[in-house]
């Protein structure tokens, strides 16, 4: 239990931090909510529960692909995901809302696990009664498609972007239940 806590610190500490290869900005916004406000009930597990819409610019010039990782940094026992999206198509400027939770979809994408043990989204459903969770969506242009296969981690998905991040970019919100 104690080496999945430091992990999860760990993990914490990277994606926070920012520490990764030197990036451009990236603009990342939502049509459903403000950064630093509060996330609609339709994106939570007291509504819908589908996926909220994404757009982004300023995107790097060599960027080919994309990926996008939410989670919560406040969960009881660290680090939860709720989403991983890869293999976002470099010509890609948003994600609409309501992302199917396939494995592989349309347009190329790749969703992996989170940590509900499910594909695709799923959103915040912090226990009752407590203060606010954050959480982080974070989106990153990389310099390479990263030709993974569908369901992974976001543990397998960091590794696999180590080196290939030219652009990142955070839009955090809050949900309480």
Same mark, same amino acid.
């Given at each position: 239990? @104690?080496?999945?806590?430091?992990?999860?610190?760990?993990?914490?500490? !990277?994606?926070?931090?920012?520490?990764?290869?030197?990036?451009?900005?990236? %603009?990342? @916004?939502? =049509? =459903?909510?403000? +950064?630093?406000? $509060?996330?609609? =009930?339709?994106?939570?597990? #007291?509504?819908?529960?589908?996926?909220?819409?994404?757009?982004?610019?300023?995107?790097?010039?060599?960027?080919?692909? !994309? =990926?996008?990782?939410?989670?919560?940094?406040?969960? /009881?026992?660290?680090?939860?995901?709720?989403?991983?999206?890869?293999?976002? /198509?470099?010509?890609?400027?948003?994600?609409?809302?309501? &992302?199917?939770? @396939?494995?592989?979809?349309?347009?190329?994408?790749?969703? +992996?696990? #989170?940590? !509900? +043990?499910?594909?695709?989204?799923?959103?915040?459903?912090?226990?009752?009664?407590?203060? /606010?969770?954050?959480?982080? $969506?974070?989106?990153?242009?990389?310099?390479?498609?990263?030709?993974?296969? /569908?369901?992974?981690? @976001?543990?397998?998905?960091?590794?696999?972007? #180590?080196?290939?991040?030219? +652009? %990142?970019?955070?839009?955090? &919100? %809050? !949900?309480?239940?």
């Amino acid at each position: 239990m @104690r080496i999945k806590l430091f992990l999860s610190f760990l993990l914490t500490v !990277f994606l926070i931090s920012g520490i990764c290869d030197n990036t451009a900005a990236l %603009e990342l @916004r939502s =049509a =459903a909510f403000k +950064g630093g406000g $509060f996330m609609p =009930a339709d994106y939570t597990c #007291n509504g819908p529960d589908v996926s909220p819409p994404l757009e982004w610019e300023d995107v790097p010039e060599d960027a080919a692909s !994309f =990926a996008l990782i939410c989670y919560d940094p406040d969960a /009881p026992s660290g680090p939860w995901v709720h989403w991983v999206i890869y293999d976002i /198509p470099d010509t890609a400027t948003r994600l609409p809302e309501g &992302v199917e939770k @396939r494995e592989i979809l349309d347009d190329g994408s790749k969703q +992996g696990v #989170n940590d !509900f +043990g499910k594909i695709g989204y799923n959103g915040p459903c912090p226990p009752p009664g407590r203060a /606010p969770h954050k959480y982080v $969506f974070n989106l990153y242009a990389l310099n390479a498609k990263l030709d993974l296969g /569908p369901g992974l981690s @976001r543990w397998d998905v960091r590794r696999a972007m #180590n080196g290939h991040i030219i +652009g %990142e970019a955070k839009l955090i &919100v %809050e !949900f309480k239940r």
